[in-house]
């Protein structure tokens, strides 16, 4: 009788490197919320993380909250819905090496009756969520190209998945993460060839301050922390089979 094929050593599994060691990630929104939280998940797992949002001073703590723990970070202010932003966020980052991950987590949630939303809360919320992926996503491809492939991991939401429930008040937020899922499959299928892989995860209620404001009787089930620990998993993990992907996020409650 053949003997079972036994597996590598629990050790030798444990010791393998981590895909995000010693690497490059610029991850935006991270002056708060998911984005934060993901910062500094991704700066533990061993990458120099590049830190973009609005907010500089909010930046400055992250990035201090990060160098304290042992990582590294640098905090680049920007409005991912301007294309000049996002080209110097990028070439701030291209001076501390290749970019060789991306997390998009900025994002703008203004509640509003669809009669009520004005073309300035449409501009904005697509001009941050979806414009601003956009921007960001086209930056780091540009970069991971010759540098031989990276990961890409963007922040749809379930007000962007078919067939589930809808809140009144989102009409720009929801069109904005359809949006979202659908550049992630586009990414995901040119990348191919060039090794980048794409995925989206699309979170139900997660509680960050955008959300109280938006709705405090809302109670989420999920924490910044538990996005941000499985968005670390994927990027650690064989990723190019899932690339493309949407991953719909429920409660934990």
Known sequence: MAEPVQGPPAAAAAAAPRWLAGRLAVVTGASSGIGAATAAAVAAAG????LAARDGQALDRVAG????????ATPVPADVSSEAA????FAEAARLGPVSALVCAAGVLTPAPFAGTTPAIWEETLGVNLTGAFLCCRAAFTAMVPAGGGRIVTLGSLSGVY???K???LAAYNVSKYGVIG???AIAVE????????ICLSPGAVDTEMLRRANPALRPGLTPADVAELIVALMDSPLVPASGANIPLFSNA
């Open 191 to 198: 990348g191919k060839e060039h090794g980048i892989s794409a």
């Open 65 to 72: 909250r990060i160098s304290s723990a042992g990582g590294k």
């Open 183 to 185: 550049l992630t499959e």
């Open 86 to 89: 996002v080209d110097h966020l």
């Open 163 to 165: 067939a589930t429930e």
């Open 47 to 50: 990458a120099h993380v590049v």
């Open 167 to 169: 809140f009144p008040g």
